[in-house]
């Protein structure tokens, strides 16, 4: 509720009488839209005892707002603002007020709106193919409810917050055996520093390395958000191309060689967008690399866990590279998007900096998500997800591979994935990918993995299609979709 009492002032040096006063006062709240029609207002003896004044002078101000049409006096609740009111002039940022940041010529925003804000609206839509998101319907939602009311026992949740202070949380401590069962990555618990997302641990550790003027080699294309972090701390960007057996190491050692390179940023497991996985002659060119010309590198692992293979390579950050490679996973994409839990691996010194990075823009995490993430972990519900998941994943990706292959086979080329959640269709020359999707929208189905396609990189006219939270049904149709869009 509004504060009344430093709102409403009343003036003892004037002969209008005090209802007046009030009604007035009030009718100016509402004209202003800090009173929003159908606010209920305060009871007469509540204000009363607000502005210290008889309740009958309240009375006679309500009076005055309902014979004006300002307020609806309503039997058994009270006095509410009237939706049909006489006249208003609502102010707010978005009208009159104030139309734009007053100094806008200070932030640079216009290039991350065009790119981050969706091409075509997804109201009322059928079918949405994200650019490879988990089926949240999969979560093992009465375990996790277990786990959040075990967090939120009072005892427990009142020793988590009273030592939250210490960085070595249950999570980091699940997490850092996780990574060692599952990854092979040689780690204690100094060694792993949580986050909220992937993203968030991308921007701290960039953070950290990148100065203005330095040189960063990502691929070609690339994680465009990942690009833009860079970009914004005023790296200039090198790019090397990709192909089916991942980023170019033969391309970096060229570009390391004729340049100063401060870092580079690399997805080795189902590159985004392109789904390809780097071979394992290429991860040990790049490890020899790495040593040889002391370079800084973020590894962006954010889907590992997700192979069809039985055999997966294992991350970068596994093998010999003498602390310089920092490894950056999520939870986000085990769990669904409502968790934002990432985390980074990397050494002692570098982590100890990067907490306090993290200080100036977040203090603290999600301490009771935190804490369930750590008892899935524990107790194994996890792993059982991620293994159920990753079975109904395989068989969605060979159904879609096949629809795509038999009703599209003119249209689009893609190489099937060994794991992950998305394909890289690239439509054929004749076929604009824009204007397929234009039409496709209007049969109530959105693509939102093609910021791709845009920009710099309209050339592509490709685009990321997820497969992982589209049901059996909902893959035939949009395939179908897209067909009748293409015209074939």
């Known amino acids: ?10 003036n003892a040096d004037t002969t209008e009488p005090l209802y007046r006063q009030i009604a007035a006062q009030l009718i100016s709240l509402i004209q202003e839209g800090k ?30 707002l309902v014979s004006e049409d300002w307020v609806d006096n309503l039997p058994r609740k009270g006095y509410r603002v009237s939706y049909d009111l006489p006249r208003i002039k609502p102010r707010s940022y978005k009208k009159n007020k104030i139309s734009a940041f007053a100094h806008k ?29 988990p089926d949240i319907s999969l979560l093992p939602v009465t375990t996790i409810t277990k786990q959040f009311k075990k967090a939120l026992d009072e005892i427990t949740y009142k020793a988590v917050l009273r030592h939250r202070i210490s960085e070595n949380s249950n999570l980091s401590i699940a997490l850092s055996t996780f990574l060692k069962h599952t990854r ?30 330095d040189k960063v080699i990502v691929s070609d294309p690339s994680y465009f958000i990942a690009n833009l972090v860079f970009e914004k701390l005023g790296a200039e960007l090198i790019r090397v191309p990709v192909d089916n057996e991942g980023m170019c190491t033969r391309s970096v050692e060229e570009v390391l060689q004729k ?19 780097m071979s394992v002659e290429r991860r040990q060119h790049m490890l020899k690399l790495i040593k040889s010309y002391d370079i800084a590198v973020i590894e962006d692992d954010y889907d590992y866990d997700f192979q069809f293979k039985y055999d997966p390579y294992l991350p970068l950050a596994s093998g010999d590279h003498n602390g310089r490679v920092i490894y950056i996973g999520s939870l986000t994409k085990v769990l669904g998007t409502p968790f934002r839990l990432g985390y980074m691996v990397a050494t002692a010194d570098f982590l100890e900096a990067a907490r306090k990075l993290r200080k100036l823009i977040d203090i603290r ?8 993430a750590a008892g899935l972990i524990n107790n194994g519900d996890l792993a059982r997800h991620i293994q159920r998941s990753n079975r109904l994943y395989a068989q969605r990706c060979d159904l879609v591979s096949e629809l795509i292959s038999k009703e599209l086979t003119d249209v689009v080329t893609f190489t099937k994935p060994t794991g992950g959640m998305a394909l890289w269709l690239r439509f054929n020359s004749e076929f604009k ?56």
Request: some cysteine.
């Open 433 to 488: 990918l824009s204007d397929i999707l234009k039409k496709a929208h209007k049969d109530g189905l959105v693509v939102s993995g093609t910021v791709y396609c845009t920009g710099k990189n309209a050339q592509l006219n490709a685009c990321r299609f997820g497969f992982a939270s589209l049901n059996e049904n909902q893959l035939t149709e949009a395939v179908e979709l897209l067909k009748k869009a293409a015209g074939v």
């Open 105 to 133: 010529g200070a932030i640079n925003f216009e290039r991350l709106e065009m790119i981050l804000n969706p091409v075509l609206s997804v109201e009322n839509s059928r079918i949405i193919i994200d650019d490879g998101l």
């Open 35 to 64: 009173l929003l029609p159908g606010t209920l207002l305060p009871s007469t003896r509540g204000l009363a005892f607000d502005l210290q004044l008889h309740r009958k002078t309240i009375t006679a101000a309500y009076d005055v």
């Open 184 to 213: 092979g990555l040689d780690m204690e618990i100094e060694n792993i520093f949580t986050t909220r997302g992937a993203q968030m641990a991308i921007y701290i550790a960039a953070s950290l390395i990148i100065k203005p003027g």
């Open 1 to 10: 509720m509004l504060p009344y009492k430093n709102l409403i002032l009343i």
């Open 259 to 277: 340049n100063d390179i401060k870092m580079i940023y690399i997805i080795p497991h189902h590159h985004h967008p392109t789904t390809v996985t």
């Open 365 to 372: 995490g999600d301490t009771i998500i935190e804490e369930a």
